[in-house]
């Protein structure tokens, strides 16, 4: 449990950030959860063999500490008084991964990321701190949404269980890698001035990130070279198709990426009313569709069909939509079911379903063993590996491939309780009040599209997307009502109309004007 100790501390910390209403105890939150991560990630290599080159290169390690403590230190002195550029900065380094190879071992880090989130914690904490941020502050003083106390709830409880992990290495990584940093970062989005003008930039920078890297997948798969990812790389050389991941270290996360892009821009195109950009919008998907068609990524394909019908939901009638989605799912059923045979699709054999068929059986036997608490925070892999048998499985399982699956077996009943009640809340959040507002709608839909990603596939709050789409969604939900104007287009409130002439002052009795 000792060990645990500080893993617990820097989670309640996190969820400080993202609870406590007052300024400045939000902000010391904040910069001690910044602080304390890298220390309890330091000591806990520190024995290993990860940090032997920096051992061997004092001078170096040393420079650069010094130069990345400046650039972050530079970033959130520029982003002062201007928060929407921390916004589109981290929307900019949302997907890229850097490979640090360390004592064997080669860990893929999202470090662009990372120094966004840190110099938007300074920023957001150092005026703070001074006291040129009070509670009288608008927006300062907002009181927390149920979602998010559930989401943080969950992140302090996978800490605690952390204590009895059979993986606690793996834990503590979940931990410091992504929750930690990723509640900082969601503090800092969420509490921005959020206007549709805003997330079209984000959109834009999205889009144009899309554009990227579509293009290098096409020159891979033209090439058939991968430039990232052994096992991938590895998958395809005994495979009959070839599959690709752009700059991705898994091409289902590059195609979760892509349908996120898609599905913003599908709303911009449906709520537009100029033909120009309905043909740019058009031109645009068909161009990324290709991209995500060889990517060869089920699950993509999947989330992508359900991020449209919540956008069809949420533009047009319900009730019409869901009852349409709901024939053809049921047809589709009736279809494997009947032809199962005849397309030699079946869900329950492994080879069909990719893997995922004894992932998922594994999965429920772990669950029933321990169903109360579970074996502990990030302790699947290593559990279904003592517990299989089969040692062609036991090289290949990282998580059930179905993240509620995953969670039930290493928290039990409790951790999964708080995750589908996260789940459940954060639906309410975003999808309540976003008929009629492409840029919710168009959120809601990008996040349920991940939610059913996870489903089959892994990385929900492992995901930044997921963080930075419920940030933009709460954010929207929250903020003050304004009146959209077409000439700002973003709804901020137009300016103030100037007042009428006062009428002239009468001449008192007796008093004439001059000739």
């Not at 050389?237 to 599908?266: A, C, H, K, Q, W």
């Not at 933009?472 to 939900?477: H, P, S």
Request: glycine share 8%.
């Amino acid at each position: 449990m000792d060990s645990a100790v500080p893993l617990i501390v820097v989670a309640l910390l996190a969820a400080a950030s993202v609870l406590v209403r007052a300024p400045r105890p939000r902000a010391a939150a904040m910069l001690g959860a910044l602080i304390l991560t890298p220390i309890i990630l330091i000591s806990h290599i520190w024995d290993g063999g990860q940090l032997d080159q920096l051992r061997d290169r004092p001078i170096f390690a040393a420079v650069a500490v010094v130069v990345a403590v400046a650039f972050v230190v530079a970033a959130a002195f520029l982003a002062q008084g201007h928060p929407g550029w921390l916004v589109l900065a981290a929307a900019a380094a949302l997907p890229f991964r850097i490979p640090i190879s360390s004592g064997g071992s080669t860990s893929n880090l999202l470090v662009p990321l990372y120094a966004v989130m840190a110099a938007g914690v300074l920023a957001h904490a150092w005026p703070r701190l001074t006291g040129r941020i009070d509670e009288r502050t608008p927006g300062e003083d907002r009181k927390p949404l149920a979602v998010e106390w559930a989401l943080m709830a969950y992140v302090v409880a996978y800490a605690v269980q952390a204590s009895y992990s059979a993986d606690f290495s793996h834990a503590l990584e979940q931990v410091v890698f992504f929750y930690v940093p990723f509640a900082l970062l969601y503090t800092v989005i969420v509490r921005v001035d959020w206007t549709p003008r805003l997330a079209q930039r984000c959109l834009l920078v999205l889009a144009g990130l899309a554009v990227v890297l579509v293009a290098i997948g096409f020159v891979e798969y033209q090439t058939r070279t991968l430039l990232l990812n052994p096992k991938v790389i590895s998958s395809n050389s005994f495979s009959e198709y070839f599959r690709v991941n752009s700059l991705f270290f898994d091409p289902n996360i590059y195609g979760r990426f892509l349908d996120v892009v898609m599905l913003g821009v599908i709303a911009a195109v449906l709520w537009s009313t100029r033909p120009r950009n309905a043909i740019v919008g058009a031109v645009l998907l068909v161009y990324l569709w290709a991209g995500l068609v060889l990517t060869l990524s089920q699950s993509s394909f999947t989330a992508l069909l359900a991020g449209l019908v919540v956008l069809a939901a949420l533009r047009w009638r319900t009730k019409l939509v869901l009852g349409i989605a709901g024939t053809v799912a049921v047809a589709g059923l009736v279809f494997i079911l009947a032809a199962g045979s005849t397309v030699r699709f079946d869900v329950s054999s492994n080879k069909d379903t990719s893997g995922r068929a004894d992932l998922i059986a594994g999965g429920v036997r772990l669950f029933s063993d321990d169903p109360i608490v579970g074996h502990g925070s990030g302790s699947f892999a290593k559990e279904y590996r003592a517990a299989e048998k089969d040692t062609s499985s036991q090289g290949v399982a990282s998580a059930s491939h179905t993240i509620p699956l995953t969670v039930a077996a290493e928290q039990g009943v409790l951790g999964l309780a708080l995750y589908l009640a996260v789940l459940v809340l954060a639906l309410i959040a975003l999808l309540r009040g976003a008929r009629g507002d492409p840029v919710r709608a168009a959120i809601a839909a990008a996040f349920v599209a991940l939610l059913v990603h996870t489903m089959m596939y892994a990385a929900f709050l492992e995901d930044p997307l997921a963080w930075a789409l419920l940030a933009a969604g709460v954010g929207f939900a929250t903020r003050p009502a304004r009146p959209v104007t077409e000439e700002t287009g973003d709804g901020t409130a137009p300016a103030a109309p100037e007042p009428p002439p006062e009428p002239p002052i009468p001449p008192p009795a007796g008093w004439s004007m001059p000739a």
